[in-house]
């Protein structure tokens, strides 16, 4: 299995700051990794494909970006609505497999 | 509008089988790969396996000698049955579309095991 790992798995952060997480693969993945936002009781909600594409209707502050096994997710300026639970998840290889996840709480 | 309804029984006991169905409609059931995940309270997301329209699936190696996942074409529904299940398999469990991501997903139905 291809293992996922996230870091951090919690941070602190205001509205407007810049934040950053990071996902790391056990092995080459190329750019199959996608980034999904869960807030609590819901479902995850893709907001990254293919390391950098912006899934239809997600803000522009969303990024990603990186390839092989080192990768990065960017929220450029902190909204109010963005504190939630992130997750990594590289679909290169059977399991599919997901990070550990990220909490991005108020600070 | 899309939607993926996630339905079964909220309460399984210790060693039976735990069944769900994804019911989809408001988007194209066909030629897509179709999966359930699951997630314990508070903890992290896991793939349990995905099913082809055609019938051809895939599971998690983990899990793979107790699941089955089946689909029904003609109703726009895919199913888990999960065998021998213990607490360790209560979670809220999710279905979604597999595309490059999974983008389309369930609500999530919560699963207790439990006598």
């Known amino acids: 299995d291809i293992q996922m790992t996230q870091s951090p798995s919690s941070l602190s952060a205001s509205v407007g700051d810049r934040v950053t997480i990071t996902c790391q693969a056990s092995q080459d993945i190329s750019n199959y990794l996608n980034w999904y936002q869960q807030k609590p009781g819901k479902a995850p909600k893709l907001l990254i494909y293919?390391?950098?594409n912006l899934e239809t209707g997600v803000p522009s502050r969303f990024s990603g970006s990186g390839s092989g096994t080192d990768f990065t997710f960017t929220i450029s300026s902190l909204q109010p609505e963005d504190f939630a639970s992130y997750y990594c998840q590289q679909y290169d290889n059977l399991p599919l497999t997901f990070g550990g996840g990220t909490k991005v709480e108020i600070k | 509008q899309v939607q993926l309804q996630e339905s079964g029984p909220g309460l399984v006991k210790p060693s039976e089988t735990l069944s769900l169905t994804c019911t989809v409609s408001?988007?194209?059931?066909?030629?897509?790969?179709w999966s359930w995940i699951r997630q314990p309270a508070g903890k992290g997301l896991e793939w349990i396996g995905r099913?082809?329209?055609?019938?051809?699936?895939n599971y998690s190696p983990s899990l793979k000698s107790r699941v089955t996942i089946s689909v029904d074409t003609s109703k726009n529904q895919f199913s888990l049955k999960l065998s021998s299940v213990t607490a360790a398999d209560t979670a809220v469990y999710y279905c979604?579309?597999?595309?490059?991501?999974?983008?389309?997903w369930g609500q999530g139905t919560l699963v207790t095991v439990s006598s």
């Open positions: 293919d390391a950098s």
């Open positions: 408001g988007v194209s059931f066909s030629s897509y790969y």
């Open positions: 099913i082809y329209t055609s019938g051809i699936t």
């Open positions: 979604a579309r597999s595309y490059s991501g999974f983008d389309y």
